[in-house]
C-alpha cells in the first residue's frame, strides 16, 4: 500500500524552512526520501533505517517514528536548488530485496 | 554519479508491437529494479531482480516481462504495448542486502503508445 506524503506542495521563499511528512499503515524497516528535478531521475538524500541508524545528505535532516510508522524530512534555510518533487519511499521487512513503495511526491518550489 | 545507462532515451511505438528496454550498469550492483512513474502516481515498481537469472514482480507486472542474463544488463520487455504503458521508465541498481543500501536511478526512458 502507497505510503501518504503531506503536503502534496509547498512554496518557499529563500531562506524559509520547511517539513515533509510521510505515513506508512504498515510497519516500516526502512525509509528512503529522494528529490526529483523535472525530467530528471530521483536522487538518493536520506535513508532511515528502523532501530536509529542513517545515512543522508549533510544539510538535510530527518526522523523516523517508529511507532507511528511515520517519517518527516526537514528542509531548513531553504535554496532555490531544493526545488523540485521529494519522494518517500518505504521498505517493510529487511529482507525484502530493497523493494520500495513509493508516495506520490511533494512539490516543492522555492522562490528568490 | 552510479554508472547507470537505459536506452532507448526516447522511443514512441505502435499499439500491439513488441518493445524491449536496456538498462546497464557498471557498478556491479546486486540488484536492480524496474519502476514506471506516471503523474499522481508516484514510482511503481514493475519487476526487480536480485541475482543473474533471479527476478520477481512488483507490484504492476501485467503487461511486462524482464531478463537478466548478465549482472550488468536488466530488460524490460512489453510483449504487446498498448496505450496504458505510455509512461516515463526508469531503472535502478542497489546492493540491497547491507544495512545501508540506497538506490541508484538511471536516466529514464520515456516511452509512448500510440
Known amino acids: 500500500q502507497q505510503p501518504v506524503q503531506s503536503p502534496q506542495a509547498v512554496i518557499l521563499r529563500e531562506g524559509e524552512d520547511a517539513v515533509i511528512n510521510c505515513s506508512s499503515s504498515?510497519?516500516?524497516?526502512?525509509v528512503h526520501w529522494y528529490r526529483q528535478k523535472h525530467g530528471e531521475a530521483p536522487v538518493f538524500l536520506m535513508i532511515l533505517l528502523k532501530g536509529g541508524e542513517q545515512k543522508g545528505h549533510d544539510k538535510i535532516s530527518a526522523s523516523f517514528n517508529e511507532k507511528k510508522q511515520q517519517s518527516s524530512l526537514y528542509l531548513t534555510a531553504s535554496q532555490l536548488s531544493y526545488s523540485g518533487t521529494y519522494f518517500c519511499?518505504?521498505?517493510?521487512?529487511?529482507?525484502?530485496?530493497?523493494?520500495?513503495?513509493f508516495g506520490q511526491g511533494t512539490i516543492l518550489t522555492v522562490h528568490p | 554519479d552510479a554508472g547507470i545507462t537505459q536506452s532507448p532515451r526516447h522511443k514512441v511505438t505502435e499499439t500491439g508491437t513488441p518493445v524491449t528496454l536496456r538498462c546497464h550498469q557498471t557498478e556491479n550492483h546486486r540488484y536492480m529494479y524496474w519502476y514506471r512513474q506516471d503523474p499522481g502516481h508516484g514510482l511503481r515498481l514493475i519487476h526487480y531482480s536480485y541475482g543473474v537469472k533471479d527476478t520477481d514482480k512488483g507490484e504492476v507486472s501485467d503487461g511486462y516481462s524482464v531478463s537478466r542474463s548478465k549482472t550488468e544488463d536488466f530488460l524490460l520487455t512489453l510483449e504487446s504495448a498498448t496505450s496504458s504503458q505510455t509512461s516515463v521508465y526508469f531503472c535502478a541498481i542497489s546492493e540491497a542486502g547491507l544495512a545501508i543500501h540506497e538506490q541508484f536511478f538511471g536516466p529514464g526512458t520515456r516511452l509512448t503508445v500510440l
Open positions: 519511499g518505504t521498505e517493510i521487512g529487511g529482507t525484502s530485496y530493497g523493494k520500495l513503495t
Open positions: 504498515k510497519a516500516l524497516y526502512s
